[in-house]
């Protein structure tokens, strides 16, 4: 059994940073394919931004491109995503995300490419 627990997030302004971290732990058997995704109220969970099992491969979501930041502790399963120039839009509770079954080494968009996932972090950007 795998554990993925998030931490951060919190209430920040408009134009603010904010980050946000993961572990994956327990049963890994080795480095995994993890990612970022965040729910609103009323909305689909949505991607946010995924990471390859090296950190040397990262895909985002058009609407956080350029102001989120996805990155890992080498050979660990531990994420980190640095947010800045967060709008209300970013308002969500995010998601961490692990993938355990068999990779071709990118990274992940899709939540049924997934196995593992956290209980969510709130995040609240105030305009």
């Known amino acids: 059994q795998v554990q993925v627990e998030e931490s951060g997030g919190g209430l920040v302004q408009t134009g603010g940073s904010l980050s946000v971290s993961c572990a994956a732990t327990?049963?890994?058997?080795?480095?995994?394919?993890m990612g970022w995704f965040r729910q609103a109220p009323g909305k689909e969970r949505e991607f946010v931004a995924a990471i390859d099992w090296s950190g040397g491969r990262t895909g985002y979501a058009d609407s956080v491109k350029e102001r989120f930041t996805i990155s890992r502790v080498h050979a660990w399963n531990t994420i980190f995503l640095q947010m800045k120039t967060l709008k209300p839009e970013d308002t969500a509770v995010y998601y961490c995300a692990a993938r355990t079954r068999e990779h071709d080494g990118t990274w992940y968009r899709e939540v049924n490419e997934y196995d593992y996932w956290g209980q969510g972090t709130r995040v609240t950007v105030s305009s």
């Open positions: 327990g049963r890994t058997a080795g480095v995994l394919p």
